[in-house]
């Protein structure tokens, strides 16, 4: 869902997406549904199904970027995404051990890793002008990221990681994103700093509410112990409305960043908005 949210709703000059190990069903319901005439007039898309052979599954993966690189050595902006990089490093895995490769870490072979870091450096800007922007899904096993060693090995490769969370999607809640766990090492560049004061404000809020969560829930917490938690809890709804977005929704930049601002604000106890409209 998430990926033909952004394949409708890009500023890029194309979109590729790789779509490696996917069931025949999910692949026609992504085409016809999730992606629609409007987003695949400018998208190519790349199959291999979960029945075809490994070597088919890693050369679509590789086939993908390659086109990619193609568009991007004409000067355009083309957005990649790839669906998964788990089923792209079980075909390379199942290719290795197939040669006699000894397996490593949960059964992934060495090359599993190599090939992992090569395709993941091939995208970025070149000298033409043009850049790739990509996005990799990761199938994260007992939803563990430290020990799950494909996530990790993409981790440490890539600029930032948006989490999916289940407890998320079993509240109805979506996109089922912790916002706590996801991490942009490019935030500082992308975003002015009163935008990345107020985003960091709000990871705040929602990490003291989670702390507290169960206790709330039971009725334990006693109201006026915490000043600003008690405004946190009294914005909870409001906060969840800003994180979550309808399939069909619309949503520019800049009208995030005033909503975000909006929601910090609310937040804010009685005292520092005081002293926030002295300092004006």
Known sequence: MLMGMLARNTSADINVIALVGERNREVKEFIDDALGEGALEKTVVVVATSDMPPVLRVRSALLATTIAEVFRTQGKQVMLMMDSLTRFAQAQREIGLMLGEPPASKGFTPSCFTAIAELLERAGSDKSGGSISAFYTVLVEGEDLASDPVA????????????????????????????????????????????????????????????????????????????????????????????????????????????????????????????AVEDD
């Open 152 to 275: 990790e090995s993409a981790m440490a490769v890539l600029d930032g990681h948006i989490v999916l969370d289940r407890k998320y999607a079993e509240r109805g809640h979506y996109p089922a994103i912790n916002l706590l766990q996801s991490i942009s090492r490019l935030e500082s560049k992308l975003s002015p700093p009163h935008i990345l004061k107020a985003a960091r404000s709000l990871r705040k809020d929602i990490a003291m509410y989670e702390r507290m969560e169960d206790i709330i829930q039971m009725g334990a917490y006693e109201q006026g112990s915490n000043q600003h938690l008690d405004i946190i809890i009294k914005n909870i709804p409001h906060i969840h409305a800003f994180m979550q977005q309808e399939p069909n929704e619309v949503c520019a930049r800049a009208h995030a960043e005033r909503a975000l601002l909006d929601v910090v604000a609310a937040n804010k106890p009685i005292s520092a908005m005081s002293n």
